[in-house]
């Protein structure tokens, strides 16, 4: 069966340090992966989308960015964070017509 | 207007209670339609998933959908305070990419003892 890995579980970073975030899929190949932010109070917002090694598509404007080295590895990153960057960050993976899957996430602070 | 529109409660039930999650939307494009629970600091957990207007039945839940008011629900039947959670519904266009959903803010869900 297929799992998610994704870690930490929960970060605090000052404002300005660079942040990488990690996620890995098993039991699976050539799948589609997401990053996926959620808000206090909000929905979930499609941050990033893989399709493929290397193959990275955004969804909206930010100060994030999103790299996939290896077919079930799927990696967020920034240089320099800043304080709306705070949020539930969510790794998800799916297959050609299957539905999305979500990884338990990392809270990440910023202060 | 927002793509999906759900009322974030908090919705109290007393437990055995029957409960109705609701989601309206917008986009006639939409082809699927999902709902999700989501307990404190996890991370959702896929609950129903349909590609047609109807009921789908698993279990207590039942996902109805109807394209043509663009109006989904979730029942819940005889409730037990394990269902207290968040609750998403989340929608998609093509079923090339089933990742790129639009969800809902999500319905707090809380079923007392």
């Known amino acids: 069966s297929q799992t998610i890995h994704q870690w930490p579980a929960t970060l605090v970073q000052p404002v300005g340090s660079p942040l990488s975030l990690e996620c890995t899929v098993e039991g699976t190949s050539n799948p589609n992966l997401y990053w996926y932010r959620q808000a206090a109070g909000r929905g979930l917002q499609l941050l990033f989308y893989?399709?493929?090694?290397?193959?990275i598509s955004s969804e909206v404007p930010q100060n994030l960015s999103a790299s996939r080295p290896q077919d079930r590895q799927f990696i967020l990153s920034s240089k320099k964070l800043l304080l709306s960057d705070s949020g539930f960050y969510l790794c998800?993976?799916?297959?050609?017509?299957?539905?999305?899957?979500f990884g338990n996430g990392t809270r990440l602070t910023v202060t | 207007q927002k793509e999906v529109e759900q009322d974030p409660g908090p919705l109290s039930v007393p437990e055995g209670a029957i409960v109705s999650l609701n989601c309206t939307y917008s986009?006639?494009?939409?082809?699927?339609f999902m709902w999700y629970r989501q307990y404190s600091r996890k991370g959702p957990e896929l609950l129903m998933y349909t590609y047609s207007s109807g009921n789908k039945e698993d279990g207590r839940f039942t996902a109805q959908v109807d394209k043509s008011s663009k109006y989904i629900s979730l029942f819940i039947r005889d409730s037990q305070p394990s269902d207290s959670a968040t609750y998403l519904c989340?929608?998609?266009?093509?079923?090339?990419?089933?990742?790129?959903?639009?969800f809902g803010q999500g319905t707090t869900l809380q079923v007392k003892p």
């Open positions: 989340a929608q998609g266009e093509g079923s090339s990419n089933t990742g790129k959903l639009i």
């Open positions: 893989s399709v493929g090694i290397g193959q």
């Open positions: 998800a993976w799916s297959e050609l017509g299957s539905p999305l899957h």
């Open positions: 986009n006639s494009a939409f082809q699927y």
